[in-house]
């Protein structure tokens, strides 16, 4: 039975001969919770006179893989502690208790997930409430050995971290430490990421015809039948529904977005008699 004081476990993470599979690494960002936690962590050996560590994409996509593991499917259940990986994903399921170690399936985590060829070190934690990063942080401070793993002394003296990645959910938390580098660099604030995206929902295509997204609803054959669809659709308040010619179909669109996010919001506030609205690009 889990206890709240087994709240954190530090398991050393060496990468094994696997080969490696592609993530999404255009796409893993942080959240304001993760960059808090990566900033504390920063300020603690900064004041220790620990170099700060830059963050990895690889490390971070490890991370929050194992985060929602553990979140969703909670292999760290019995012995198994929070080391362990389910069997519900493509990836090689192990549970890490100490009693009987089986490091060969977490050694090579880093080089299973991420073409991070390297080895990773885990510090994983888990909380029975919702994690606050302020407190798992001073609940770290009360830890020689977490403090010794975070600045790379005691037991941890003869390494040398150069970047790390981490993943904050809703009962557990995961930090990956490397000796090296990543050269698929650092991963953007999830802010930053979303802003970016929708930068480039708005862009216009190469020929300057800028894109333009429709909630369609209701085809027709004649364009009578369209025209009276629109007089129904503006009397209900879609006062910029309109009609667009498919070959010999007339479709009705009930209003036009100029990026993919703004037409899926709209669509979310649509009433359940328009339920069976959809999205046309063009």
């Not at 969703?72 to 990836?91: F, K, V, Y």
Request: aromatic share 12%; proline share 3%.
């Amino acid at each position: 039975m889990k206890k709240l004081f087994n709240l954190f476990v530090l398991f050393l993470f060496f990468a094994a001969t696997i080969s490696a599979q592609t993530f999404d690494y255009k796409n893993v960002c942080l959240t304001s919770d993760e960059q808090k936690l990566a900033g504390l962590i920063n300020a603690f050996r900064k004041e220790n006179k620990k170099s700060t560590l830059p963050l990895s994409k690889a490390l971070t996509i490890v991370a929050k893989a194992h985060v929602t593991d553990l979140q969703e499917n909670r292999p760290d259940t019995s012995i198994c502690l929070t080391g362990s990986w389910s069997d519900n994903a493509d990836w090689t399921p192990c549970c890490y208790n100490k009693y009987v170690l089986n490091e060969e399936c977490m050694w090579g985590k880093p080089k299973e997930l991420t073409d991070y060829p390297y080895r990773g070190y885990e510090l994983s934690y888990f909380e029975e409430g919702i994690i606050q990063v302020d407190s798992l942080f001073n609940i770290w401070m009360t830890s020689e050995e977490t403090k010794d793993m975070l600045l790379t002394q005691g037991n941890f003296s003869p390494k040398k971290w150069e970047t790390m990645g981490l993943a904050v959910g809703e009962n557990y938390a995961c930090i990956w430490f490397g000796q090296r580098t990543d050269a698929a660099g650092s991963p953007p604030a999830c802010e930053t990421l979303q802003a970016k995206n929708q930068e480039n929902e708005n862009k216009p295509v190469a020929s300057g015809r800028q894109q333009s997204y429709y909630l369609i609803y209701g085809s027709f054959i004649l364009q009578a039948d369209a025209e009276e669809a629109v007089k129904r659709y503006n009397k209900n308040g879609f006062t910029n529904a309109q009609i667009l010619q498919a070959g010999q179909r007339f479709r009705v669109a009930l209003n036009k977005f100029a990026s993919l996010k703004a037409a899926m919001d709209a669509k979310e506030k649509l009433s359940s008699s328009y339920r069976e609205a959809w999205i046309l690009k063009e």
